[in-house]
């Protein structure tokens, strides 16, 4: 049981280039969620799925797009990469948003440096 | 909008001492409050969870409790150990799923 998985661990992209980064879960989880943590801010929603097939925006969701084609992978696009977009970035799942379910699993994170 | 925040941002005691850390937020409508442990590199693992309806809850050395009036959690460490050293980050729940974080207290336990 791997839990939660972001691959890569490390990227560096120039200004404009466009990457994808995989979150996998092994958990059965329905929820998942993209963060980015940045220094002093804390962590930030850019999108969230509540199930396969299904996304939605957070509170950040400016310069990337998301994809849930299975309900164990969730997606995460940079069409063209800023240096804003310099971050390291979290998945988490859950199985769900109801009492007792909504505990979120983290991943261990992928650090992305824009030049 | 709901702010989070944590004082301090950094916190050092010497092994053995309990630990007070702080989380305020501004919208008392929450669902849930949440405290997490980040350690360096890593990502975030889930430490409490505290329904609105509940004051305080317990795990091991652990306590955290909430006053949705005031808009205020604390989490207790109690005899704190060098292993004790991370980052720690409250976060709300709002009715919908999203949570709103607070920027941590990083906390080093002396030897």
């Known amino acids: 049981n791997a839990g939660v998985t972001q691959t890569p661990k490390f990227r560096v992209l120039k200004t404009g280039q466009s990457m994808t980064l995989l979150c996998a879960q092994d958990?059965?989880?329905?929820?998942m969620y993209w963060y980015r943590q940045d220094p002093g801010m804390g962590l930030r929603l850019i999108h969230y799925?509540?199930?396969?097939?299904?996304?939605a925006k957070g509170e950040v969701p400016d310069g990337y797009n998301v994809s849930r084609l299975k309900k164990q992978n969730f997606l995460l696009g940079l069409e063209s990469a800023a240096p804003s977009q310099t971050s390291v970035y979290f998945c988490?799942?859950?199985?769900?948003?109801?009492?007792?379910?909504?505990?979120?699993?983290f991943g261990p994170g992928t650090r992305l440096l824009v030049l | 909008k709901q702010e989070v925040t944590q004082i301090p941002a950094a916190l050092s005691v010497p092994e053995g001492e309990n630990l007070v850390l702080n989380c305020s937020f501004t919208d008392s409508a929450i669902y849930n409050l949440q405290w997490f442990r980040q350690d360096p590199g890593k990502g975030l693992t889930s430490l409490l969870l505290i329904q609105s309806s509940q004051r305080e809850q317990t795990s091991g050395r652990l306590n955290a409790s909430l006053d949705k009036s005031s808009g205020r959690s604390t989490l207790y460490i109690a005899a704190s150990q060098p292993g004790d050293s991370a980052t720690y980050l409250c976060?709300?729940?709002?009715?919908?799923?999203?949570?709103?974080f607070g920027a941590g207290t990083t906390v080093t336990v002396r030897a």
């Open positions: 958990m059965n989880h329905e929820y």
């Open positions: 976060a709300v729940r709002r009715s919908d799923y999203k949570l709103s």
């Open positions: 988490a799942s859950s199985y769900g948003a109801a009492n007792g379910k909504e505990t979120q699993y």
């Open positions: 799925s509540v199930g396969e097939g299904t996304t």
